[in-house]
């Protein structure tokens, strides 16, 4: 979860800056930056994290051309969510009036 929260943060300032390579070199001094201050706090089993752990995939990542963006997927979800909530709803609504009308001693139109 966190390795797809941290690419998906390096597409958006890639976006942002428009430039990929400059933010695949950002990351990649974040994380000696990082491993530095670790290494004075003397944490030096944690050093070798800029190198082996996630972000060389990252930096490769951000090295690569951009994913395409696909909306079309998204907006199909949303318009099938949101269509089936207002059939849900109608129904509820037509289930209810019948209910009422039949708690009120009238009979229901079929």
């Not at 059939?87 to 229901?108: D, F, K, M």
Request: with cysteine.
């Amino acid at each position: 979860m966190s390795f797809a929260t941290e690419r998906a943060a390096d597409e958006a300032a890639a976006r942002a800056s428009g430039d990929r390579p400059l933010t695949a070199q950002a990351v990649g001094r974040a994380a000696l930056a990082a491993t530095r201050s670790r290494e004075r706090a003397g944490l030096s089993l944690l050093a070798a994290g800029a190198v082996t752990g996630p972000v060389p995939a990252r930096v490769k990542a951000l090295l690569t051309q951009a994913p395409a963006r696909r909306i079309a997927p998204a907006l199909l979800a949303m318009a099938l969510l949101c269509t089936t909530a207002a059939t849900s709803s109608l129904a509820g609504a037509i289930i209810l009036h019948r209910s009422v009308e039949i708690a009120q001693g009238e009979h229901p139109a079929d």
